[in-house]
């Protein structure tokens, strides 16, 4: 089993940047893809990004350029690097992982762009 905290979201103008944590705690996560979701208010939940165990990365066509995703094997930690931000980047973003076959989710951190 592994828990997951994400934090660092929070109020940002068009144009700014934030960086989520991911903090993972239970289980050593370093073999396993974990990913960044996000929703929308009325929209479905959808992959931003995804990080496998051996590093390799993959992001949705809007944020391509824009944001990173990286991971801290030592710290338990995955990152999500987020530049160049635009209004419709608003949304609650969750951390992701499946685990023994089960998904675990984060609670989620409000990330708003606006000025």
């Known amino acids: 089993q592994v828990h997951l905290v994400e934090s660092g979201g929070g109020l940002v103008q068009p144009g700014g940047s934030l960086r989520l944590s991911c903090a993972a705690s239970?289980?050593?996560?370093?073999?396993?893809?974990m990913g960044w979701y996000r929703q929308a208010p009325g929209k479905q939940r959808e992959l931003v990004a995804s990080i496998s165990g051996n590093g390799s990365t993959n992001y949705i066509g809007s944020v391509k350029g824009r944001f990173t995703i990286s991971r801290d094997n030592a710290k338990n930690t995955v990152y999500l690097q987020m530049n160049g931000l635009k209004p419709e980047d608003t949304a609650v973003y969750y951390c992701?992982?499946?685990?023994?076959?089960?998904?675990?989710w984060g609670q989620g951190t409000q990330v708003t762009v606006s000025s």
């Open positions: 992701h992982t499946v685990m023994y076959r089960s998904d675990y």
């Open positions: 239970g289980s050593i996560i370093r073999f396993y893809g």
